[in-house]
């Protein structure tokens, strides 16, 4: 990881000093941008003029977004991978609403108490972390800010855990974004994000990963990792990921379908099957990661499932990865989309695959002769 250790000064000067822990975070990427209708959900609401602002022209924005989903309560965090734009395009109103509700927003005033209001769900809190024991390093990141499942949180910490005994790997565990510096990633051949939801890092802590990745860095994304409905880190979704959530079945959200492992180099597999059934919430995405540079990894098979979302629309995406792999720079970065049930975690296969795209992002792995 020398290569990682080089950027670190560098990477210092180019996006400055970090305010100290403790102080209010006023480095957000969004901190002093005026709100919108793309502006998440939850800077709109929290605004003290806010919500009379969307009243005014759309009472019913947030009730009439959720009829669509049963009518139930938007689950906690969820108003932060919302934009006001999403709740429109649902409405049969909402194309004649957009311009006058962004202008009204526009209009409001970005005070330093707004600032840190909508900063507090950041940190600049840096770990502990333990010593380096002379083992391959692996970080896991559990900053959520936007949907928490915890039954997948906890059940992928516990495969991620079994995994690094198994491997020989030490595990650091932490859900501070103050982990995001140069010297801190320097010492992790990976950084897995354990179904990571909403924005999470601040614009420094964003130039320190992206830094990390494109010097040699790993980054390995475990499902709600790339399953937000709107992302306000463009490099994160279209760059790193190279792809965009668009929804998943809902009617039901839980089907079978064949997984067959795909990858051309045999670099990453399923504990050598080629194919297995599961029964999973199936992401889909606004586009294939392959044309993006991806290799994928494991595909499912649309015709085995149907692809329908809660509002009816069609998630059909015709040649469907559900797992990728690809370069970011001189760094790898390993995707998938397994993993909201609990029970996946200790699937044979499903395990196997996490495992197997870990240690390929870590550079543990490389292209093995085709069968």
């Known amino acids: 990881m020398s290569a990682v250790r080089a950027f670190a000064a560098a990477l210092l000067l180019s996006v400055g000093t970090p305010a100290l822990a403790g102080e209010p975070v006023r480095d957000c990427p969004l901190a002093t941008t005026p709100l919108g209708v793309d502006s998440p959900l939850s800077d709109a609401l929290m605004h003290p003029d806010g919500p009379a602002t969307l009243a005014s022209l759309a009472p019913d924005l947030v009730s009439g977004f959720t009829r669509n989903f049963g009518g ?8 932060n991978i919302l934009s006001v734009a999403s709740l429109l395009e649902v409405r049969p109103d909402g194309a004649a609403l957009k311009a006058p509700l962004a202008a009204k927003l ?22 502990a972390l333990p010593p380096p024991d002379g083992r391959p390093q692996v970080l896991v990141f559990e900053k959520i800010n936007g949907f928490r499942d915890n039954p ?36 992790f051949a990976v950084v897995v ?18 830094a990390y990745m494109e010097h ?54 399923a504990g050598g099957a080629k194919a297995f059934p599961l029964l999973e919430e199936w992401y889909s995405f606004d586009r294939n990661p392959v044309n993006g540079g991806a290799v994928a990894v494991a595909t499912i098979d649309e015709r085995e499932y149907q692809q329908i979302g809660y509002r009816g629309e069609s998630l059909a995406m015709g040649y469907h ?21 609990p029970e996946n975690y200790d699937e044979p296969h499903a395990a196997a695959l996490l495992a197997e795209g870990i240690a390929w992002a870590m550079g543990q792995k490389e292209a093995k002769p085709h069968d």
């Not at 409001?108 to 940190?123: G, H, N, Q, S």
Request: proline share 6%.
């Open 152 to 187: 997948s949180v906890d059940s992928a910490r516990k495969r991620l855990s079994a995994i690094a005994e198994a491997r020989g790997w030490q595990i650091v565990f932490t859900d501070r974004g103050g982990v995001m510096n140069a010297d801190d990633l320097a010492r």
């Open 193 to 210: 994000w354990n179904n990571v939801s909403g924005d999470a890092l601040t614009t420094p802590q964003r130039a320190a990963f992206k």
């Open 216 to 269: 040699g860095g790993g980054y390995a994304g475990i499902h709600g990792a790339g399953g937000d409905p709107v992302w306000f880190w463009d490099w994160y979704a279209d760059t790193l990921l190279g792809a965009r959530f668009t929804g998943h079945p809902g009617r039901p959200q839980f089907q079978t379908a064949t997984v067959s492992t795909t990858d051309p180099d045999n670099a990453i597999s």
């Open 321 to 341: 990865p559900i797992a990728w792999r690809k370069g970011i720079g001189a760094g790898r970065m390993f995707y998938t989309a397994i993993g909201h049930r």
């Open 72 to 79: 139930m309560d938007l689950p906690p965090g969820f108003a």
């Open 106 to 127: 526009a209009a409001l005033p970005i005070t330093d108490a707004f600032t840190v209001a909508r900063c507090a769900r950041y940190d600049h809190d840096r770990p």
